[in-house]
């Protein structure tokens, strides 16, 4: 069934609660108004990919608006090179905030004038105790806290104290701004949390304007009523932090209501956990730090800018994104289903081409030393549209090593002595002879092809069961390949408490074949395509990798699923 927003087929209980709120008019003349709102102190990873497609997604099919705002409150970690490399991801992803691109740090001021009003109210106070202090009066979950010795100041005193914070009268960590709420309080957030903290450091884009910085918690709720933000969307973490959201909601609208255009409103959804990864933008932090990977790009990352590198495509990661789906559960995701989709989106999209990793030398006796002859092979099985290509066929080919043994099982359909295959769109071809070095290692095949078995003209009348790829050694172009696997040996990373994370790093998770011998028309391919290398797997022609004009491909996914069978949706 259609309803007049366009949303139909879609059924997760955001969805839901969203038509709701339309069908009661809660949201009065406010249309549905969502954002992402990243903090710059690291790449964005997959698990934020579907936070930014559900907030994107519900004002695209509600006809509202989307903001990107980044919380930018701890000039300690945030740098502009994650602003841009945050803005590039989104971009790519194919969401669109038109001109609503904001900063926390766009607010600094009227922040302040609120946090000032809220000590008018007596609502806030300036209180003395370090980060240790704050933490042991704060109680437990058993027991109530203890209220701050400071937390009776007057209201002048503690204006004059917080003006004395903002002019940077005070050490980093000397006195912090706290809400006065309630000590006895079953949730500890409410126990009269921090809501602004001394930090002597320059910011990416105020420079030293600031010496006082919002805490997260009064700064996030704060920022959703500026914009106008309906539904404010985050994951799960934050379900015991919603009362502390209100508080802050409430506040704004009794103290600043000239500043407030809507009273906005929390909601949880379950983040994304995936298998053989880790998600803690800290723990990737390190892997970067601690150069078990080239970078936040690196392929074998979870992060958006790791996976654009490795070759995935943005309507994979959709595609992945509506299969996990919506919930408040809790749960892992098995790596599977984003292979699949990945392979999915590309097995109708990405031209063959052929290319041998592990090569052994053909050498076909009965073939003229001088011949090339070119045979035809389509771009993309079934696609008629996407045309053909004609590949060069001489004497001396190369083939896979794993494509012949010399002992092979009963089901081996490939080359071994004095046994047929066929070399794809070629001939068939029967291995006479095996040539070795000094050392016994395989460094030659001595074959004859049958000339009655042209593909598409075979009169032969043989049934050839195997059918393996190759390349001529006279016409073939040299590339690089970078086989990449998943970082992890085990499915979850962080659930051994007695070792480390990166005890469980997969040595073979990048293996480098130099000098690949590729079929001529990769030369002609250009830098961000992606193709399937037959019988192999999907590759992508990595710009960057590229820079030094070797062609470098990555491996993107394996033709078949290596870790669990997947049900097509």
């Keep these: 069934m259609t309803d007049k927003n366009g949303t139909e087929g879609k059924s997760n209980f955001i969805y839901s609660m969203i038509r709701e709120d339309l069908a009661k008019s809660t949201l009065g003349d406010n249309p549905v108004h969502t954002r992402f709102p990243p903090e710059p102190n690291g790449y964005l990873h997959i698990g934020h990919a579907k936070a930014i497609l559900l907030n994107y997604f519900i004002a695209r099919d509600f006809h509202g608006k989307f903001n990107l ?43 302040y004038q609120f946090a000032c009003r809220l000590i008018e109210a007596g609502r806030a106070y300036i209180c003395d105790l370090n980060q240790e202090e704050i933490k042991e009066y704060r109680g437990t979950l058993t027991e109530p806290g ?13 204006l004059e104290l917080f003006e004395g914070m ?24 409410m126990r009269d949390p921090v809501i602004y903290r001394i930090l002597h450091a320059d910011h990416h884009r105020t420079g030293d304007k600031w010496c006082i910085y919002p805490m997260y918690d009064f700064d996030h709720p704060f920022s959703d009523c500026l ?18 959201y209100d508080w802050i909601v409430d506040r704004a609208v009794e103290l600043v209501p000239e500043v407030v255009k809507y009273r906005s409103r929390q909601t949880e959804f379950a983040r994304l956990n995936m298998t053989h990864t880790v998600m803690s933008k800290r723990k990737l932090r ?14 074998r990352m979870p992060t958006i800018a790791g996976l654009r590198r490795r070759g995935v495509t943005p309507q994979a990661i959709a595609d992945f994104q509506e299969r996990v789906g919506v919930s408040r559960a809790e749960s892992t995701v098995d790596l599977a289903l984003l ?22 030398r053909v050498v076909i006796t009965n073939w003229p030393e001088d011949k090339t002859e070119m045979c035809e092979m389509e771009n993309l099985p079934g696609n008629d ?87 001529s050694v006279q016409h073939a172009a040299t590339i690089k390949v970078n086989l990449y ?44 395509s992606r193709f399937q290398f037959l019988r192999k797997a999907y590759f992508y022609f990595d710009p960057k990798a590229s820079a030094d004009g070797q062609p470098v491909f990555n491996r993107i996914v394996q033709l078949k699923d290596s870790w669990a069978k997947i049900k097509k949706k």
């Design 286 to 299: 390190r892997l970067v730090e601690e150069k078990y990977v080239s970078g936040w790009d690196d392929p």
């Design 227 to 244: 914009e106008g933000i309906t539904h404010s969307l985050c994951s799960i973490e934050y379900s015991d932090h919603r009362p502390l």
């Design 385 to 471: 549209s996407a045309g053909k290509r004609e590949v060069p066929f001489s004497r001396e080919i190369y083939i896979e090593r794993e494509d012949f043994m010399e002992d092979p099982p009963k089901k081996f359909h490939r080359l071994s002595p004095g046994k047929e295959v066929r070399l794809k769109g070629a001939y068939v071809i029967c291995c006479e002879e095996v040539i070795r070095d000094n050392e016994g290692n395989i460094i030659e095949l001595r074959c004859t092809y049958d000339p009655l078995t042209r593909s598409g003209s075979d009169t032969s009348g043989k049934k050839i069961k195997g059918v393996i790829h190759w390349v």
């Design 339 to 360: 292979e699949h989709c990945i392979r999915q989106e590309l097995e109708n999209t990405a031209p063959r081409l052929m290319a041998v990793l592990d090569p052994v």
């Design 166 to 189: 903002r002019k940077g009268e005070f050490p980093t960590g000397s006195r912090v701004l706290r809400a006065k709420i309630d000590m006895a309080s079953g949730n500890l957030n």
């Design 146 to 158: 203890t209220e701050s010795p400071y937390r009776n100041r007057s209201v002048e005193e503690n």
């Design 69 to 111: 705002r980044f919380d930018d409150t701890n000039p300690i970690k945030e740098e502009q090179e994650f602003v841009d490399s945050i803005i590039e991801d989104i971009r790519w992803l194919g969401a669109d905030w038109e001109d609503r691109l904001f900063f926390s740090s766009d607010y600094f001021e009227v922040k």
């Design 485 to 528: 696997d998943t970082l992890f040996t085990v499915e979850n990373p962080e659930e051994d408490s007695e070792q480390d994370f990166t005890s469980h790093i997969n040595p073979q998770s990048l293996i480098v074949c130099e000098n690949v011998p590729a079929e001529p028309a990769v030369a002609e391919a250009k830098p961000g």
